[in-house]
């Protein structure tokens, strides 16, 4: 889930960036703090923006450098359980599925990615014995997380889920619709 987060900070602006309007130096200090940094509270922040309040400027004799006590916002991405999440294919391996969800990659175990025995052929397409379904790198899918870990805090693991009625490869999901309603109609 992506969130718009209020934020405050203690910012060192170095002398190289006095000759900038402060805000820029402000954000530019920011944006090289924060953005692409993983917390397990926050989630990943995607990027620093809008400073809304500046407090007055401190010089530290010996340092050189100009302190301000910053309110900002930003935006983040927290995977959290239970989330459908769309997300694109980026590589198939003979255990599984590796999808782009957000800024981060997720990963679907083979045997959750669909209700058939599924094999993995050399050309990296995961097929489907009795449905014929194929998956394969740049396919958009939905899933649903089933798994997180911060255990490296600067490489979480998502594990995710296609077998539930309403994830999957999008035509899957549009395959299934349509003969639900079919089936319906009869």
Known sequence: MFYKVKMEDHVRVPPRLFNLDIKEALLSVLEEKYEGLIDKDM????????????????????????????TFDAITFKPELKEVVKGRVKDIQDFGAFLTIGPIEGMVHIGQIMDDHVSFSKEKVLVGKDTKRTLKVGDVCLARIIAISYKDPNNPKIG???RQEG????????????NKNKKGKK
Not at 43 to 70: L, M, Q, R, S, W
Not at 167 to 178: A, M, N, V
């Open 43 to 70: 989630g990943i922040v995607i990027k620093a923006f809008d400073i809304e309040n500046i407090g007055e400027g401190v010089i530290i004799p010996g340092d050189g450098a100009a302190y301000y006590d910053v």
């Open 160 to 162: 995710l889920t296609m």
């Open 167 to 178: 994830l999957g490869k999008l035509e899957w999901i549009s395959e299934d619709k349509e």
